[in-house]
């Protein structure tokens, strides 16, 4: 059993692996009900980390959002028996990490989190696509719109690539960002 604390504190709910934003939908709505009951008042924030990616779907890229720790929510509560029962009966919902006795996160932990989060939705850092060494593709950003040109190395920690554009009948080296360049 865990001791009924008084503190707010970022606690880890594991939930069914992409029913993330439908458990917090629930948790809310719960929290939002006129009548009191343990939830509306135990949490106060339910928080599903995202990450905007740019993935290529045939020939157009595209922007999705996907959780950025896949099956797990955070949510600021004060923390008791009752509410783990509850919250551990809503649909989707498998339990805290830590079971029965879960540990709040630090303080530290969550701004970390937290952060990662605001500037991850700044922008598309993290590019979902998967090129080929010898692949074609068509420059669609830079002074060379339009090229097309070949894969000549991959660089993946950078998120770039190293490509041969033909222009003016000579092969010349580019280093180019995922951004910057479409499958053919």
Do not use: W
């Amino acid at each position: 059993m865990i001791e009924e604390s008084n503190e707010k504190r970022f606690y880890v709910l594991r939930a069914i692996s992409g029913k993330e934003k439908k458990v917090k939908e629930t948790i809310e709505r719960e929290m939002s009900l006129p009548e009191p009951s343990t939830i509306s008042q135990r949490v106060f924030r339910v928080v599903v980390p995202t990450e905007k990616v740019m993935t290529q779907r045939k020939t157009k890229k595209v922007i999705i959002e996907r959780p950025y720790l896949s099956g797990y929510v955070l949510i600021e509560c004060m923390m008791s028996q009752l509410l783990i029962n509850a919250l551990r009966d809503l649909p989707d919902v498998i339990g805290f990490l830590g079971n029965d006795n879960p540990s709040p996160l630090s303080l530290a932990e969550v701004e970390k989190l937290l952060h990662e989060v605001d500037t991850t939705n700044e922008g598309p850092d993290v590019v979902d696509m998967q090129f080929v060494l010898g692949e074609s593709v068509k420059i669609i950003d830079g002074a060379f719109v339009g090229f097309s040109a070949t894969i000549e190395e991959i660089l993946s920690e950078k998120k770039k690539l190293k490509v041969m554009v033909k222009i003016f009948g000579r092969k010349t080296p580019l280093e180019l960002g995922y951004a910057q360049v479409e499958k053919e």
